[in-house]
């Protein structure tokens, strides 16, 4: 086995240049194992090389190495647009704005960046700690000894109360906001028959159907009148309502309210939905890793004190943010991402056919032993700056790469740090149901619910 540790950023490549896995091996995979199962089957038999998945009349490409993730994100990113099939399904949700691809998408892309600059996140730091501080003083109703919680929903109330100025304006209550979020999740998870199926038809009901229909009406009902308020408002604010009622298109013109409420349930998705799960691993991992639990408190402990967390902590919790990499790394919530070919080319020898779809797997690229020592191991100091250095810069994408790469990733460590550390500083954190195993869904989720006990310190 090789390793990119300690041997700049070349990475030894794939022992073959095409693997093929047929159609009775992909069921047989899954009958034993389940998705995650089929997938990291896959993951081990194509060791980096590209693979040819045969769904039926589906049947994509795989991609996880490195070399080739460069070829298709950076040196070769305009002949890999996000316009596979699989994108359709999400895209009923999210629209063509900021979750698509094309003109729209640069225009909303334009307009969204500056609220999530360094120079406005540090200028958020302030209300972003006050509301964590408010949403954890709400926890304290809720927990003590032998009263445990879900993690899933206590880190969801939490993620909705940080985003609500910065997304609203606080022109949504927080229980509208635990409504919102509860329809995006269910929404969410009711496409993943559409995102495997892609060949099908919207006019063929597939399961999940319905309660997308459900859950979207929902979102409209709460998003609509969100909207019409701030359009008769000052509209001087920085919140991404403001940021998108004061844009316009690619043509010069306002956004619509369908737009704009595109807009705002796709970076939903990223913000709340994604960063809660996150953040529910975030917990998962370090309990059920003792001594990574104990070396963050630790941390908090002598960067915090007895206080609250403060703007000038964030960027000293140095072990707590290798932890949330690592987090990142092992639980990869975005664990496929799909692209298209538009024109034939040909990856490392693959020929690739115009139309084909590629489907790059960060939850598989994490997990290359030629890449990662010891991959399945959860180690957070593979993540100091000397070994990030010597890794290639595509071996880690959790939040993507190119063009299309997350524009709230700095948000959410800043988020996800603050988080720990103000929840740390208060309790003790124990899991009460481990082990905690991962599923597939449209994220990486957990398999049961996560329950946490909280003591105050």
Same mark, same amino acid.
């Given at each position: 086995m090789s390793t990119a540790i300690g041997t700049g950023s070349a990475v030894e490549?794939?022992? =073959?240049?095409?693997? *093929?896995?047929?159609?009775r091996r992909v069921l047989g995979e899954v009958r034993r194992g389940g998705p995650l199962g089929f997938l990291d089957s896959a993951g081990r038999r194509a060791r980096g090389s590209i693979t040819r998945l045969n769904l039926g009349p589906f049947r994509p490409f795989l991609v996880t190495h490195p070399r080739h993730l460069e070829h298709i994100l950076r040196t070769h990113a305009g002949n890999y647009p996000r316009g596979a099939a699989m994108w359709a399904a999400l895209g009923r949700l999210t629209g063509d704005g900021i979750g698509g691809e094309g003109a729209q998408w640069q225009a909303s892309r334009e307009i969204l960046q500056p609220a999530f600059s360094a120079r406005y996140l540090t200028a958020m730091s302030e209300q972003m700690i006050?509301?964590?501080?408010?949403?954890?003083?709400?926890?304290?109703?809720? *927990?003590?000894?032998?009263?445990?919680?879900?993690?899933? %929903?206590?880190?969801?109330?939490?993620?909705?109360?940080?985003?609500?100025?910065?997304?609203f304006g606080n022109l949504v209550p927080d229980e509208e906001g635990d409504r919102l979020g509860a329809a995006i999740a269910t929404a969410m998870g009711s496409l993943l @028959?559409?995102?495997?199926?892609?060949?099908?038809?919207?006019?063929?009901? %597939?399961?999940?159907?319905?309660?997308?229909?459900?859950?979207?009406?929902?979102?409209? =009902?709460?998003?609509?009148?969100?909207?019409?308020?701030?359009?008769?408002g000052d509209r001087e604010g920085q919140d991404v309502v403001t940021r998108l009622l004061n844009g316009a298109g690619p043509d010069g013109t306002p956004l619509t309210d369908e737009q704009i409420c595109d807009d705002i349930v796709a970076l939903f998705v990223a913000g709340s939905e994604s960063s809660a799960i996150a953040l529910t691993w975030v917990w998962v991992a370090m309990l059920q890793n003792p001594h990574v639990a104990e070396r963050v408190r630790e941390e908090v402990d002598r960067v915090v004190g007895g206080g609250r967390p403060e703007r000038e902590h964030?960027?000293?919790?140095?072990?707590?943010? $290798?932890?949330?990499? +690592?987090?990142?790394?092992?639980?990869?919530?975005? @664990?496929? *991402?799909?692209?298209?070919?538009?024109?034939?080319?040909?990856?490392?020898?693959?020929?690739?056919?115009?139309?084909?779809?590629?489907?790059?797997?960060?939850?598989?690229?994490?997990?290359?032993?030629?890449? @990662?020592?010891?991959?399945?191991?959860?180690?957070?100091?593979?993540?100091?700056? =000397?070994?990030?250095?010597?890794?290639h810069?595509?071996?880690?994408?959790?939040?993507?790469?190119?063009?299309?790469?997350?524009?709230?990733?700095?948000?959410?460590? $800043? +988020?996800?740090?603050?988080?720990?550390?103000?929840?740390?500083?208060?309790?003790?954190?124990?899991?009460?149901?481990?082990?905690? +195993?991962?599923?597939?869904? %449209?994220t990486l $989720?957990?398999?049961?619910?996560?329950?946490? =006990?909280?003591?105050?310190r």
């Open positions: 490549g794939p022992r =073959e240049r095409l693997s *093929v896995m047929p159609l006050t509301s964590i501080a408010g949403a954890v003083d709400d926890l304290d109703a809720r *927990v003590g000894p032998g009263r445990p919680v879900d993690a899933g %929903l206590e880190m969801t109330r939490l993620v909705q109360r940080v985003i609500n100025p910065v997304f @028959w559409r995102m495997a199926m892609p060949f099908v038809p919207h006019r063929v009901p %597939l399961p999940g159907d319905r309660a997308f229909h459900r859950s979207t009406r929902t979102v409209n =009902e709460i998003l609509r009148p969100v909207i019409t308020a701030a359009r008769v964030i960027r000293r919790l140095t072990y707590t943010h $290798q932890v949330l990499n +690592e987090v990142l790394r092992v639980y990869s919530v975005g @664990w496929a *991402v799909p692209r298209m070919a538009i024109e034939d080319d040909v990856i490392d020898g693959v020929p690739i056919p115009g139309g084909s779809t590629l489907v790059i797997s960060p939850y598989l690229t994490h997990r290359l032993e030629d890449v @990662w020592e010891r991959p399945e191991e959860f180690d957070p100091d593979r993540f100091t700056r =000397e070994r990030v250095r010597a890794r810069p595509l071996a880690y994408l959790p939040f993507g790469d190119g063009g299309h790469q997350c524009i709230g990733q700095h948000f959410f460590s $800043q +988020e996800a740090s603050l988080i720990v550390a103000t929840i740390l500083s208060r309790y003790e954190v124990t899991l009460r149901n481990a082990p905690v +195993e991962p599923k597939l869904s %449209l $989720q957990p398999r049961t619910p996560v329950e946490l =006990e909280f003591t105050p």
